[in-house]
């Protein structure tokens, strides 16, 4: 008996994708929930030189990526792991984590969430920090936990 799809099959095109800024970083949408049945979102991810996010844990989401470029320094079980251009790293949800780009250079990532919902997340986040004066720090937590995600 052939499966039922959760979802009918999608390509995304060059050009066909949503650039988004937050947190200093470029996130660039690949596949969303609305494409994948809320399976999963893919996303290419630029960090600046020194960036990266605060430590924090998805309690709904687990999260994988690739280093492309660069090389990432991960915070895994409490200790700092550098990666290098193609490694791979992945952070159940519940682990706190984080990364940084300790470099001179951007960092690459491709980067997955499953289920989905992370772009949603990224993208209220965006519209905080487009404010004039820059972000509420308040309001970023509070998005975040409507996400839930939390920063430790």
């Known amino acids: 008996m052939k499966p039922v ?14 650039v988004v800024r937050a947190f200093g970083d470029e996130a660039t949408f690949l596949l969303e929930g609305q494409q994948t049945g809320g399976r999963y979102t ?5 960090t600046p030189p020194g960036g990266g996010p605060p430590p924090h844990y998805h309690a ?7 280093v ?24 159940p949800k519940g682990n706190v984590h984080t990364f940084k780009n300790n470099t001179d250079r951007p960092l690459k990532q491709l980067i997955h ?4 919902g992370f772009e949603n997340f990224f993208r209220k986040s965006a519209e905080e920090f487009a404010k004039p004066g820059g972000p509420d720090m308040n309001r970023i937590m509070q ?7 939390y920063f430790v």
Do not use: C, K, R
Not at 113 to 116: L, Q
């Open 5 to 18: 799809p959760s979802a009918p099959p999608h390509i995304t095109f060059p050009g066909q994708t949503n």
């Open 42 to 46: 893919m996303f290419a991810y630029v």
């Open 60 to 66: 709904t989401e687990d999260e994988w990526w690739h």
């Open 68 to 91: 492309l470029e660069g090389t990432a320094s991960f915070l895994a079980d409490g200790q700092w792991v550098d990666v290098p251009a193609g490694g791979a790293v992945f952070m």
């Open 113 to 116: 969430t499953a289920p989905s």
């Open 143 to 149: 998005i975040a936990a409507e996400h839930d995600i």
